[in-house]
């Protein structure tokens, strides 16, 4: 399958195409500017590619959770595409992503992505890795809670877990007794969902664009304007 796949969910963003036989990737090193930059970079990776929107298969994008206005932007600019090339769009949960491109960096039975949410926060999924296969996850837990509060609920795993994260440093100077498990989520890309969204197109038609929507996890309050 020829799909697009776009990543923004926070930190980073991310473009990939799949053109059929190879992978192209792009990143946006200012991730502040992900509004203005992240058409051009679809735009630019999809030329690498040699794909056409009118040759997609498929649009990939990571639904979150992550922040607020980063999800805005990857859904807006990833359902725009799907429209205009009249293909069927595929969220790709962010947690269950990252668990997957980490099972290449750790032999953990379990794997808990980590997202951060607000100050000392973090957005989090407990999976379980089956027998099965590296790559397939019973998924245990999924919430959210203050960084402090996240050792004492892996403490049923008896320390065989690993968390991936894309800013180490951030999450252990709230948890400090995190740090032994933590993995940098270095292989996390927009190019991890492009295996997910073809599984996902395979089993039958996606669900309407107007129907698809970030996973928030939380209600934006606009700052007020002091008197």
Known sequence: MKILAIECTHQVACVA???GS????GVNGDWQKSAEAIVPLVMQVMNEAGVSPAELD????S???G????LRIGMSAAKGIAYGAGCPLAPVSTLLAMAVSACFQTDSRCIVPVI???AGEFFYAVYSRSAAGSG???EVVNGRCMAVDLAARLEPFDGDVAIPVRDVAGLVSYASELAAFCVEATLFSAATLLPMAEADLARGPAA???DASPDYRQIFVPLQKKQ
């Open 17 to 19: 195409v799949n053109n």
């Open 22 to 25: 190879a992978v192209f990737e």
């Open 58 to 61: 498929g649009v990939a994008v």
């Open 63 to 65: 639904a979150g959770p």
């Open 67 to 70: 922040s607020f206005t980063a």
């Open 116 to 118: 951060p949410s607000r």
């Open 136 to 138: 397939v996850f019973t």
């Open 208 to 210: 309407e664009l107007r």
